[in-house]
């Protein structure tokens, strides 16, 4: 018996993917757990796998399409079966979706003139079509058809498929009646849940998780790189002098804006269409900043004696040097375990205190930030936590971080030093009640004993604590340990 | 308070009636002479005598009309089933006769009768003595069905049924006969359609009547050493049914088991499944569960016999579920 393939909810946030490559061809076996495509999400591609035995009898949405959640993307079956029945329930299910499959179904159809029954944009958009193509055919259906997915990808999913024969599986989220209701009070869109029940199924503890937990969805508020090199101060120097090359969100400070009253044509705004992931970065950081009253601590570093002992350990290394933040991230969470307060999270009626020391690290991609999570750092040491941030920073430019790999951070680190950020400072990253955030280590003159003048080299960090959860004082004794740990190493033992 | 037998709560309560209205009758195969097939009418007849006790030959469809008859003309006849499955031979007297006759009759007759017995499997007794039947009275509209699960319940509730001028099948089972339980030695009634919260907790509903009861709440013992407390409701009366009780708890629980022994289609259970998915939407977190017997005829066989029951581990895989653990 044949079966559609579906679009599932690969990341907790997702509502569409698109099939970056097909793994399988039609005609050929398949089994359970097989890779059968890879599927780029909202936060990173992700492997399809198989949870069907049989043959994948059609592809319906082609490499480079894009398919929401619980829309067909292929039939699975036994050899030689016959699938127009299917096929033509899929392309019923089609009409009325606002993605790739819903606008080639529309250029389809337009082109022959089908009599139309879609409801949703995409169907009216093909009512319109139907009706000139019945006066003689007008190049402007044509063009109507080929709008590209993004025109008529407003339409969303759920609940719209209305076709004869549209099956209640394939056109929404499954979800129970409990978690509908739960989701619709908390304001939390379904087709952003995953559901861990039977099928798929959304159920209560999956809109609870999606309403704390998972809202870790790793947001902390900057756009910071971690771990660039030596040359990255070079390349971010270089970067400022070309504002389209200055990451999102950062004005360079040197740019003051002109004051000079414009004389030519009035500039066209640009607009630009919100992706998905910037509306889940854009929600995540007005409700950690709007919701969480932050407040800030700021500290000057020497980081003198760690930067000579970094390049002494990485001397007996030949290839792998460890890097500077590697020992950053060890340092806070010596700090973490003497401060379990820091490690904490608000929950409403309760504060979680956690039993691990789970850092996050903010790296920035092309298109938004992700912060891929070190776990169990208390337990585990340099050399160790450099090899996985280092993999993990890799992962995370090459949008391969699976779900579990970046969400849950109980603690977050942010660093735009190698962008030459002197100081700045971070919004909170859920369900963290503290983020830090780590400036350039710059060479600065300092007054030592005696009044005498010193050249040390000098590292800002500023703290962001929740103070629901965190209290000045609090916040101030972790800093200050954390300080101290890493001027006089030994501290760490103590 | 004394510890009594569930078969000693209603001689007592049979007892008590025929004490207090000598328009109460008991009469049915054995009830008389042998003190009944399970003794539940011992000493009657040495008490009340042969008038107000009374064998009669082995013909159920006549010795209930003969009930039904002498209800419609101002007694309150209690007729002993030796066991529900002999009941199918009486069934158009209760269905068409006792049913109906208060309502054809736009009120002019009453019909104040109980019938009596065990219902449901005992052991080795083979598909036609091994029959779950409360699905077939709760069907017809004019009846009652009172399905208790323990002495005290049995006492209070048979007590209101005599009292009752609607008919009434109580039903009993073989197995709870000798089942033990604390009764007040002074004199109380229960009311119909009001159920009992046998057991209190927030993860699931579990809703059962008569001898399931006692599977529930073996269940509940097991579950709770995984973490897992249930609210037990014992509905005591199949009709009238105490919705509100079932509603308000999976308002707490959002899941719900129905346990049932008689066969899944067209049953209580499967009704009362309804009911909650209806009235209860909103609060469901999983699709209720209903625990029944299969469905299948009675197997001879006490191994299948067994399996073809709710068991423990049945109510337990049925709480997993709901609970999206198993």
Known sequence: ?494 | MSVITFRESLRQAIDEEMARDDNVILLGEEVAQYNGAYKVSQGLLDRYGPKRVIDTPISEEGFTGLGIGAALVGMRPIVEWMTLNFSIQAMDQVFSNAAKMRYMSGGQFTVPVVFRGPNGPAEYLAAQHSQALQSMYAHMPGLKVVAPSTPFDAKGLLKTAIRDDNPVVFLEAEMMYGWKGEVPNEEYLIPFGDAALRREGNDVTIVGFSKTVRIIEGAAVQIEKEGISADIIDLRTIRPLDEKTVYESVRKTNRCVIVDEAWPFASVGSHLCWLVSKNCFDLLDAPVELVSAEDVPMPYNHRLERAAQPSIEKVMNAVMKVLYRD
């Open chain 1, 1 to 494: 018996m044949a079966e559609k393939l579906l679009m599932l909810a690969l990341s907790p946030t997702m509502e569409t993917g698109t099939i970056v490559k097909w793994n399988r061809q039609e005609g050929e076996e398949i089994a359970t757990g097989d890779v059968l495509c890879e599927v780029e999400t909202d936060k990173a591609t992700m492997e399809y796998e198989s949870m069907n035995d049989g043959t994948l009898l059609k592809i319906i949405i082609p490499e480079g399409g894009n398919a929401a959640i619980g829309q067909s993307i292929g039939v699975v079956g036994e050899k030689g079966e016959d699938v127009s029945a299917l096929l033509e329930e899929i392309a019923l299910e089609k009409k009325g979706s606002g993605t790739d499959a819903a606008a080639l179904q529309v250029s389809k159809e337009t082109a022959g003139g089908l009599p139309s029954t879609g409801k949703g944009y995409a169907g009216a958009r093909k009512e319109e079509g139907g009706a000139l193509t019945g006066v003689g055919g007008s190049s402007s259906v044509v063009d109507e058809a080929a709008l590209p997915p993004a025109a008529v990808s407003e339409a969303p999913f759920t609940g719209r498929v209305s076709g004869p024969g549209a099956s209640i599986e394939s056109s929404r989220a499954k979800a129970s009646p409990l978690a509908k209701k739960l989701a619709d009070q908390y304001g939390i869109e379904l087709s952003r849940v995953q559901g861990s029940g039977p099928g798929g199924r959304i159920i209560k503890r999956d809109v609870d998780a999606a309403r704390t937990i998972s809202s870790a969805a790793q947001t902390a508020g900057v756009y910071g790189v971690v771990s660039r090199g030596g040359t990255g101060a070079v390349q971010a120097t270089a970067a400022y002098a070309v504002p389209g090359n200055v990451p999102s969100g950062q004005v360079p400070s040197g740019q003051a804006p002109s004051r000079d009253i414009p004389t030519g044509p009035a500039p066209v705004a640009e607009e630009i269409a919100v992706s998905g992931k910037r509306k889940v970065i854009a929600e995540r950081l007005s409700q950690s900043k709007f919701g969480a009253p932050h407040y800030y601590l700021k500290a000057v570093i020497a980081v003198d004696g760690l930067m000579a002992a970094r390049l002494e350990i990485n001397k007996k290394r030949q290839n792998d040097k460890l890097t500077f933040n590697a020992f950053l991230v060890k340092f806070v969470a010596e700090a973490l375990k003497r401060h379990p307060v820091v490690n904490s999270s608000w929950q409403g009626d309760k504060i979680v205190r956690f039993g691990r020391a789970d850092i996050g690290i903010a790296v920035a991609q092309p298109d938004g930030l992700i912060t891929p999570v070190l776990r169990d750092c208390w337990n585990r040491g340099i050399a160790g936590l450099d090899a996985e941030l280092k993999l993990l920073i890799e992962k995370a430019r090459a949008n391969k971080l699976k779900p579990d790999e970046y969400t849950g951070a109980t603690f977050t680190i942010s660093s735009l030093g190698t962008y030459g950020i002197h100081e700045f400072t971070a919004i909170i990253n859920p369900p963290g009640s503290a983020i830090l955030a780590v400036g350039q280590a710059r060479r600065e003159p300092v007054v030592g004993v005696n009044d005498g003048i010193q050249i040390r080299t000098n590292m800002t960090v500023t703290l962001s604590c929740d103070h629901r959860v965190i209290d000045g004082a609090e916040g101030a004794l972790f800093l200050n340990d954390m300080k101290e740990m890493i001027e006089y190493p030994v501290f760490a033992l103590y």
